[in-house]
């Protein structure tokens, strides 16, 4: 990210704007190929040789390159020391202690001529290995290598990070997203430790999100600037958002807006969505017997309450239009089962149903919570290793029943 | 009269069981229309368990896991009029309050009895990992839980193994508060006037601890934003100065400005790079009568090549100022005049504190300095196998160096809080010691008028002199 001097904005009103800098500019292109190629070739090179080379490029005056900088160096890694300069340093020091204690030099320049000849050699080099170990005098391990415009899309992400550091709360509607991607978009939520005040927009089938931390509503400061700041590449993988927040800046409260048409590239690693072949041949046996419900991939996701966001793995629909959603509990997520009958037991009628695998069902801290669950004894059932097209609809009529009463 | 459950939650209090009414009885709970809770900050904790009791509700308390301890004296403490007198303030407070005392007067001594006489598991704030190691060192020899050694925790520099009594740098107890904020009953926070940060706050919001002390040298901050250490700790309950301790506890001390010239060259440089960074101040209004109007110079400075220009040049009339050639002859005559005492030297930055180091080839301090050798040259110095320590700003909080007697400041932030601070590591009392602390400064330069700012304080009055 960026430290707050390399943050480039206007504000008027009440508002501010980013400055943003067009990731097809030849020049800025030219630039950023330049500094890369610079950073390409530092590993084995020191920090301070890097700067030497950096400082004596084309682009010395250029108004972007401390930014650039920055974010090129926040790529590189450092060979660690080996102790050996450290050793040598005790060495000079106790020497020189003694020196001082048993002497008395009138000048400093006669204490370096003692400290000469009591080493056997010249005081610039003593002078120069003495504390080579400093961060500056350090040598470049490696560098992430990315491409000239990868390094503009960062540019302007950082300049957006760099401004939600500040944010106390951000608003997000999330636009046209499928439910893988909101899937992850709520994962990564929780990974960040954020609370949200979810609103689905049904008429617009958008998703409005007001996200900041468990402390802000009684806190106005910006603790989880960090946290918002983080998040927002994930935001950038939405296909289309929009985003609202206030900035707290040189004294002033400033609304930042911004959406999709930025057209900024989120460098984090894009989550692919994977939907199992089990499950399309579930839903391809369970359409076959022709039942009252028709089942296809799960389509929408559930707010639940209490920051609990489900996303069910198959959508039924009934003769009326009327859906049902099952969830599926596997091995890999029997954590988040004791919870999600928690809050489906205090929160208003959902339109879901459970299903629980076995070797899940009879964990010795889950058969309890199955067993002591009256909301599970309704709209739950368990099953071997998949569901079966029987059961499902079992447990659907049994929903069907409760939610009619 | 109603059946609440109390939970902690990242750093919050989740109330369930509560209807409209009670919640507008218990202080702090508000309705989170993100998670439909009632929620209330970790630090209501206390009142709403006081309130909870008088209006009769029955209350099940799973958010409080702090644990009761048998915490008794490895060796025995007799403690200074002083610091009784601290403690019983503090005592008759809820135990929850600040306590001013000047460095050197027995701060964590003072904190170590209130460990004991509070019996709860204990969070240490401090701001360097440097405190944080010699915390540990005080606690690990003075304290015993269930009469067996007392295992302390670190969170920090690399270290993170919570325990019931945990001692965190500030940095480290805001990253791990919300997972950790449940469990100590008491919260000490050293040198508190940090605490005021915006971030820092966090960790007094956040934490349940019912029980607060607050340690500082002085409670002053240039913003004047102490009242929120009152509010997130505790009232002062007991306040003591340097000239008070003078004689009974600290060593008496002088204070010599030096004032040195610059070579021509450098008087030369300093005022053309000052006139480029006046000159573009004026021509962008900026006067400097708060802390955002620095801000908006760096602002400013980062939007045109004239700014860049301008920033460009501060550091650099800064420097000439800070490191003028003159102050290390100064110096090194100082170093001659108290051959034999261990002296420390202050910069303002790395740069100027390794320059110095590499002249007089002294042991450097700053925080780039590995925690091994970091440990290996204090312990040298407490040893007086090292005479001469350079360092920037890390020996400026807490840090107990009690030989030291002779202090050189080469250059500073220029605020109050520091000259006391840096003032205060040569203070620690001796039978016959007599500290010096000498500030070298650049004749003709923006030095000499912090400096006479400065000499408006309590600290200088009466002893400081300039030869």
């Known amino acids: ?405 | 009269m109603a059946n609440i459950t109390l939970e902690f939650d990242s750093g919050t209090l989740v109330l369930d069981g509560l209807s409209d009414p009670a919640a507008g009885q218990l202080p702090s709970v508000t309705w989170d229309q993100r998670t439909q809770q009632w929620r209330a900050p970790g630090r209501a904790y206390r009142q709403i368990v006081t309130r909870c009791k008088e209006l009769g509700h029955v209350l099940i308390d799973h958010a409080r896991a702090y644990e009761t301890l048998n915490l008794t004296l490895a060796e025995p403490i007799i403690p200074r009029e002083h610091q009784t007198h601290a403690l019983r303030e503090w005592s008759s407070a809820g135990k929850a309050g600040c306590v001013a005392l000047p460095t050197g007067a027995g701060k964590t001594i003072m904190a170590v009895l209130a460990i004991v006489m509070t019996g709860r598991s204990t969070l240490v704030v401090v701001p360097t990992i440097d405190l944080m190691q010699q915390w540990e060192q005080v606690l690990s020899k003075f304290l015993k839980d269930a009469g067996l050694p007392c295992k302390i925790g670190l969170l920090g520099g690399g270290a993170h193994d919570p325990q019931p009594i945990t001692v965190a740098t500030y940095d480290s107890a805001l990253i791990h508060i919300e997972r950790l904020g449940n469990k100590f009953g008491l919260l000490i926070f050293d040198e508190c006037h940090h605490l005021p940060a915006p971030q820092y706050q966090t960790i007094a919001i956040g934490s349940l601890a019912p029980f607060r002390l607050g340690l500082s040298a002085t409670m002053e901050r240039v913003d004047g934003r102490e009242s929120v250490i009152f509010d997130l700790v505790g009232p002062l309950v007991y306040e003591a100065q340097i000239h008070q301790m003078v004689a009974n506890v600290l060593a008496p001390y002088d204070v010599y400005s030096i004032q040195v010239p610059m070579s021509d060259e450098e008087k030369n440089a300093y005022q053309k790079a000052r006139s480029v960074y006046t000159d573009f101040l004026r021509r962008s209004g900026i006067r400097f009568n708060n802390g955002a109007d620095w801000m908006q110079f760096v602002r400013m400075a980062a939007r045109s090549t004239d700014g860049r220009e301008a920033m460009r040049a501060y550091r650099e009339q800064k420097h000439l100022a800070q490191a003028a050639s003159g102050k290390l002859h100064a110096t090194w005559d100082i170093l001659r005049r108290h051959r034999g005492e261990q002296m420390l030297i202050f910069t303002d930055d790395n740069a100027l504190a390794y320059r110095i180091g590499r002249e007089y080839f002294v042991p450097v301090l700053t925080h780039q300095t590995k925690v091994k050798e970091r440990k290996a040259f204090l312990d040298g110095f407490r040893r007086g196998e090292i005479s001469v320590l350079a360092t920037s700003r890390v020996l400026n909080e807490g840090v107990d160096v009690p030989e030291a007697s002779v202090g050189i400041v080469l250059s500073g932030s220029g605020t109050v809080r520091e000259h006391v601070q840096r003032l205060g590591r040569i203070l620690r009392a001796r039978p016959g010691k007599r500290a010096v602390l000498y500030e070298v400064i650049s004749q003709g330069t923006s030095e000499y008028f912090v400096n006479q700012r400065r000499r408006q304080h309590d600290a200088y009055q009466g002893s400081s002199t300039l030869p």
């Open chain 1, 1 to 405: 990210m960026l430290t707050k001097d390399l943050l480039r904005y206007r504000s008027r009103k009440d508002r501010i704007y980013p400055t943003l800098i067009k990731v097809d500019d030849p020049e800025l292109l030219a630039l950023a190929a330049g500094l890369i190629q610079t950073f390409k070739s530092a590993p084995g090179s020191r920090l301070t040789e890097l700067d030497d080379e950096i400082e004596s490029g084309p682009w010395l005056n250029h108004v972007l390159l401390p930014a650039f900088k920055k974010l090129l160096l926040d790529r590189c890694d450092e060979i660690e020391e080996d102790g050996v300069i450290a050793d040598r340093r005790t060495d000079l020091l106790q020497a020189a202690e003694k020196l001082r204690r048993d002497g008395d030099y009138p000048t400093l320049a006669d204490f370096h001529s003692a400290m000469m000849s009591h080493i056997g050699e010249d005081v610039a080099s003593m002078q120069e290995r003495l504390y080579a170990d400093l961060a500056e005098f350090r040598k470049i391990k490696t560098f992430e290598e990315l491409t000239p415009e990868a390094l503009l899309h960062r540019y302007n992400c950082a300049q957006i990070q760099g401004l939600l550091l500040v944010a106390q709360e951000v608003e997000v509607r999330i636009v046209d997203a499928n439910l893988a991607e909101k899937r992850n978009f709520f994962r990564c939520l929780k990974f960040q430790r954020l609370l949200s005040s979810t609103v689905i927009d049904e008429s617009a089938k958008d998703t409005v999100c007001k996200l900041s931390g468990p402390l802000k509503i009684f806190q106005n400061s910006q603790s989880y600037g960090m946290r918002l700041a983080q998040f927002f590449p994930y935001i950038l993988q939405m296909p289309k958002w929009q985003l609202s927040a206030e900035i707290k800046i040189g004294g002033k409260v400033l609304t930042l807006e911004l959406d999709h048409r930025i057209g900024i590239h989120s460098h984090y690693k894009k989550f692919t969505p994977f939907v199992p072949p089990e499950l399309t041949a579930f839903i391809s046996s369970f359409n076959e017997r022709q039942g009252p419900f028709s089942a296809t991939i799960g389509e929408e996701f559930l707010a639940l309450g209490q920051q609990s966001y489900c996303f069910p793995d198959v959508t039924f629909t009934g003769a009326d239009g009327g859906k049902v959603h099952l969830e599926i509990f596997h091995r890999w997520h029997a954590g988040q089962l004791a919870n999600r009958l928690k809050v489906l037991a205090t929160t208003s009628k959902q339109r879901l149903v459970i299903g629980v695998a076995q070797d899940v069902a009879s964990g010795k801290d889950t058969a309890p919570v199955l067993e002591g669950s009256a909301w599970f004894s309704v709209h739950g059932f368990i099953f071997k290793n998949l569901p079966t097209p029987k059961s499902v609809q079992q447990v659907l009529i049994r929903h069907a029943a409760a939610s009619a009463s």
